[in-house]
Structures are given as C-alpha cells and as structure tokens.
C-alpha cells in the first residue's frame, strides 16, 4: 500500500479537531486559540480551504466572544469538511444512534 502524504495531513488535522471537542471545558482559551491557529496553517500550506476558512472564522469568534458553545459548533463543521476531504475508505463513521429493541415503543 503507498502512503499518502494527503491522507496523513488530513487524519492529522482531524486528530487535532477531535483532541480538541473531547477536551471542551478543560482547554484553556490561550492552547485553544494556538491550536485552532495551527490548524488553519496546516490547511492554508496544503490547499483545504474550507478547513481554513472555518479555522479563521473560529478565531474570530474565539477573539471577539471567548469560549463557548460555538466552539463545539465550529469543531463539528471542521471535522465534517476534514472528511470531505479523504477518500470514501478513509472517512472515519460517526457512532450511529442506539436503535431501539424490538416491541419497545419510540416517542419523539
């Protein structure tokens, strides 16, 4: 199998993403703000630009509000265009929501 420089930058921005939406609430402002910056470098030096748009958008957000909810918002359509990027193989799938067992009633 040939490795592909591509494929390792991106499942790197997407380890980065996802380090950073499991440690919402005990990342501090000024770590979230230069990973957030490294982040939109790595995408600007490789042409992904729609992970660089959101990265810079967050800093905004970041620089004009602090943390908060959108913080998680942002990760999610980060991650979400990471994976637009990879080839179909390599997209990692989202856990599914727990089916319910048969004969048990489904409210909404």
């Known amino acids: 199998m040939r490795h592909d420089p591509m494929l ?3 499942v790197d921005l997407l380890r980065r993403v996802d380090g950073l ?3 919402r609430g005990h990342v501090s402002l000024a770590r979230l703000r230069d990973e957030v910056d490294h982040i939109r470098h790595v995408a600007r030096a490789y042409q992904i630009d729609s992970v660089e748009g959101l990265a810079g958008t ?3 957000a970041l620089s004009l509000q602090g943390m908060g909810p959108v913080v998680l918002s942002y990760l999610d359509l980060m991650r979400d265009a990471i994976a637009a990027e990879m080839p179909e193989a390599q997209v990692i799938p989202m856990p599914m929501a727990v089916k319910p ?3 048990t009633p489904m409210s909404l």
Request: hydrophobic share 60%; glycine share 16%; aromatic share 0%.
């Open 8 to 10: 390792a930058i991106l």
């Open 21 to 23: 939406a499991g440690q």
């Open 101 to 103: 067992i048969a004969g």
């Open 58 to 60: 967050l800093q905004s």
